[in-house]
């Protein structure tokens, strides 16, 4: 597997896991077409990867993301100016769209540690994460319409993490709220105070992931998506043979030598 070479992404690998740094630290990681490209670059290289079996997402210098770059909307401006039409705004926002549903359809396990601005399509990214972990100090909230814009591509994703009750209340609201409220709402899962906490709380669930079987876990990421797209009685019928395949491969009979001897199976090692 070869990753690319990126400009505003920071990538380090460390056994089972691939450490994704946004690093655009002077506009506190603003999610700039150029990152969102480099974002996919990296998720496609590593979509049929065995030995990645985590992502961490983290943001330089206290910050995930604060949102959307200001100077692509510029860009993307002149561009309308001198065609007489809206697509070059289209693009750009749909360009994010494509971003977030290749990392939440991803199949490794997607971890995302936050700090500080966690604003509009860092909230989106956020919650396309599989598990998420914030300070108590994080800034989140969706910023758009107080701007005079839409979350039009984050919308969706925030609805699907927490419902259709609350999706409505942030959006239309507009307002920020920390990382106690984030995970009152659903969106993180665990809050610590400061960010030594926030490393042992990666260092544990890193540790709980390496427990788990990796194509069982790929697997069963890819079943939990289809919930709610397919008719239910299809999908159990489907769900039904993947259960027996997974008994009968090498992984479902490791798994199984290794309750019975009491060992740690070969995948946790």
């Known amino acids: ?15 089972f896991a691939l450490h994704i740094t946004l690093n655009r630290p002077e506009s506190r990681n603003a999610m700039s077409l150029q990152m969102t490209q480099d974002l ?23 910050h995930f993301c604060a949102g959307g770059d200001i100077k692509d909307m510029a860009g993307a401006r002149m561009r309308a ?24 359809h991803a199949p490794q396990v997607v971890v995302a540690l936050l700090e500080g601005a966690v604003l509009g399509g860092g ?14 100090s994080a800034q989140f909230g969706l910023p758009e319409t107080s701007l005079g814009i839409i979350p039009a591509q984050i919308a969706p994703f925030v609805l699907q993490r927490i419902g259709m009750t609350q999706a409505r209340r942030l959006a239309l609201l507009g307002g920020r709220f920390n990382g106690s409220e984030a995970a009152r709402l659903g969106i993180v899962h665990q809050v610590v105070a400061d960010t030594d906490v926030l490393d042992s709380a990666l260092t544990q669930t890193l540790g709980q992931i390496r427990k788990c079987a990796p194509a069982a876990n790929r697997n069963t990421k890819a079943l939990l998506h289809r919930v709610g797209c397919e008719p239910l009685e299809s999908l159990l019928d489907d769900a039904a043979k993947l259960f027996a395949h997974a008994v009968a491969s090498p992984e ?12 740690p199976a070969k995948w946790a090692e």
Not at 5 to 15: F, K, N
Not at 123 to 136: H, K, N, P, Q, Y
């Open 1 to 15: 597997m070869q990753l690319p070479t990126t400009d505003t992404l920071e990538l380090r690998e460390e056994g």
């Open 40 to 62: 996919r670059a990296v998720f496609t290289a590593i979509e049929n990867s065995e030995d990645i079996r985590v992502v961490v997402l983290r943001g330089a210098n206290g």
């Open 81 to 104: 100016a001198e065609s007489g039409n809206d697509d070059a705004y289209a693009e750009l926002n749909r360009a994010f769209g494509h971003m977030l549903t290749q990392v939440d």
């Open 123 to 136: 909230f989106g990214l956020a919650c396309v994460s599989d598990v998420a972990i914030a300070l108590e």
């Open 252 to 263: 479902g009979a490791e798994g199984t030598m290794a309750f019975v001897q009491k060992r």
